[in-house]
C-alpha cells in the first residue's frame, strides 16, 4: 500500500472519526488532531506529486476558510477547535470540493442542531445520567458538537476529491 493511499483509505478517515467522538465526548478537538490532518496532507500532497500551483490553490483554501471561521469563533458561533478542523480540511479538498464540503457540513450541522435542542427538551435517559459526555450533550447552555457534522461532510466529500482520485490512482 503507498504512502498516499494509507493516509487517504486510513489516516484521514480515521481522524475524522476520532474527531467526532472526541467532540461529542468532551466537546474539544485536539490540536494535535488537526496538525495530524495538515502533516498528512503534506505528506500525501507530495505522494501524489500535487503540482506547486495545486499545492498553492489548496493551502489557499485552508486559509480561506481559517480567515472565515475564525470569524465565525469571534462571533460565538462556532468553538475554535471546529475552525481548525474545517480549516485542516479544506486543506484536504481544496477548492474543487470546498463547496460541497461546507453544504453537506451545513445541512448536517442543522439537523444535528436541531436533533439536540429536541433531546434537550426530553429528560436525559436513566442509564444515561451518570456519564458526565451524555449530561454536557444534554445541558441547554452547553452548545453543539459541530465536529460531528465536519467529520461527516469530510468523509462523504472525500471520494470526490482530486487528491482521491489521485491515491487511488483512479
Known amino acids: 500500500m503507498s504512502i498516499s493511499l494509507f493516509l487517504a483509505l486510513v489516516v484521514f478517515p480515521a481522524a475524522m472519526a476520532y474527531a467526532a467522538a472526541s467532540d461529542i465526548v468532551s466537546m474539544t478537538i485536539s490540536n494535535r488532531l488537526c496538525l495530524v490532518l495538515v502533516a498528512s496532507f503534506a505528506l500525501c500532497a507530495v505522494s501524489v506529486g500535487l503540482t506547486w500551483t495545486q499545492l498553492g490553490w ?3 483554501s485552508g486559509l480561506l476558510v ?3 471561521c ?3 469563533f469571534a462571533a460565538g458561533w462556532i468553538g475554535g477547535g471546529d475552525a481548525k478542523l474545517a480549516a485542516a480540511t479544506a486543506l484536504w479538498f481544496g477548492f474543487d470540493q470546498l ?3 461546507i453544504l453537506i457540513s451545513s445541512f448536517a450541522g442543522g439537523a444535528l442542531t436541531l436533533a439536540l435542542l429536541s433531546l434537550r ?3 436525559l435517559p436513566r442509564p444515561a445520567a451518570g456519564w458526565s459526555w451524555a449530561q454536557r450533550l444534554h445541558d441547554k447552555d452547553e452548545g453543539v ?3 460531528v457534522a465536519l467529520a461527516f461532510a469530510a ?3 472525500l471520494p470526490d476529491t482530486a487528491i482521491w482520485r489521485a491515491a ?3
Request: hydrophobic residues 60%.
Open 155 to 157: 468523509l462523504i466529500v
Open 70 to 72: 475564525f470569524g465565525f
Open 99 to 101: 463547496l460541497p464540503y
Open 168 to 170: 487511488i490512482g483512479a
Open 66 to 68: 481559517l480567515a472565515a
Open 58 to 60: 489548496h493551502l489557499a
Open 145 to 147: 458538537p459541530y465536529g
Open 121 to 123: 427538551q426530553m429528560p
